[in-house]
């Protein structure tokens, strides 16, 4: 049985990477230690930024906004209702943020994505031809972003972690997809219209962070969106955790060697086209019109 290298308690966590074992009561504070000094050395949140968490009610962005609260950011939560109503996700899925918002006495905001934009997720997608996921994606970037904007937040924290950070890559680098890889950062500046969006987590793999939440005590989603089930992204995170039990700590170079070595060159070479607003609804957007609009507009028409 291996011991806390802190304190010699029983470890319920080795992290190969680290070299370190850790028990119960030393592993939340490493944690919630490594996530402050990603924030700072990477420049995530200033002392003037007022910070918003799109919260899903999954373990990751939950264990984030607990994170970031006591690290003494004083974060508030959105939570996106998608009006998922297979298994009751949607409804199950926002009891969770809301449970977490009483605990740490932080405001949670709600939108429903059916009042925003008229229709429910899956009612987008299927209007519109298009997978869920894509359809969802864009409509959760679009109304974090409005949300912000209108609400004076400086900076959005989503709960991406090393998993999911690994899989875009992997997915991006087989297709080649320059104009993705390019923008695929831990941080994204502000820019015209734009707001400061910022991913603290992508220090820890998906099960880090899980026991992060467990041992808090914070309830969550266990269930995968229910439109995931045959993702490729699924698909490319079994993949890499097999090669990571192959060889440990490659999943950690994969990714931040591609941050720190190639994503800035990308970032140069490949800027992002310029950025106009939506002559609809006034967002900033590459064309005439952004692509909420147009779904908006495939599933009203
Ligand atoms: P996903 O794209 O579902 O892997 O989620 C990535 C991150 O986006 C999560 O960690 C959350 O920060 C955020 N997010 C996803 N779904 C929602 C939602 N319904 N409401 C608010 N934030 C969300
Ligand atoms: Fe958006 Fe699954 S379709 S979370
Ligand atoms: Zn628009």
Redesign the pocket.
């Known amino acids: 049985m291996k011991r806390c290298l802190w304190c010699k308690q029983k470890a319920v966590i080795f992290m190969h990477e680290h070299r370190l074992a850790l028990c119960r009561d030393c592993y939340p504070n490493w944690f919630l230690r490594m996530t402050g000094r990603v924030i700072k050395d990477r420049h995530m949140i200033s002392p003037y930024d007022k910070t918003l ?6 373990k ?2 939950l264990g ?1 906004w607990f994170a970031l609260t006591q690290l003494g950011y004083e974060a508030d939560g ?5 009006g998922i109503s297979i298994d009751e996700y ?1 409804t199950k ?1 926002k009891q969770f943020a809301i449970q977490l918002s009483e605990r740490i006495q932080r405001p949670l905001h709600i939108l429903s994505v059916a009042e925003e934009v008229g229709r429910t997720v899956p009612d987008l997608a299927l209007a519109s031809h298009r997978e869920p996921c894509s359809a969802c ?1 864009a409509v ?1 970037r679009y109304l ?1 972003n409005k949300f912000a904007l209108e609400h004076g937040y400086t900076v959005i ?4 972690n090393l998993d ?1 950070e690994a899989a875009t890559l992997l997915g991006n680098v087989l297709r080649w997809q320059l104009g993705y890889l390019a923008r695929q950062a831990p941080v994204l500046p502000a820019k015209e219209g734009l707001v400061k969006r910022i991913k603290p987590f992508i220090r820890f793999t998906e099960k880090q962070v899980a026991l992060f939440t467990i041992l808090n005590g914070i309830p969550y989603i266990e269930q995968e ?1 229910p439109f995931s089930e045959g993702a490729a992204s699924l698909f490319y995170k079994d993949l890499l955790n097999k090669i990571e039990e192959r060889s440990p700590g490659t999943k950690w170079a994969f990714y931040s060697q591609f941050v720190e070595q190639i994503q800035p060159l990308l970032d140069e070479k490949f800027p992002e086209p310029e950025l106009r607003p939506c002559s609809k609804c006034g967002m900033p957007t590459t064309a005439e019109v952004c692509s909420v609009c147009r779904i908006k507009e495939h599933a009203l028409s």
């Open positions: 968490v799109a919260v899903s009610g999954g990751d962005s984030l959105l939570y996106l209702d998608l949607s899925s994606g959760k974090f924290a989503t709960g991406h999911d969106c």
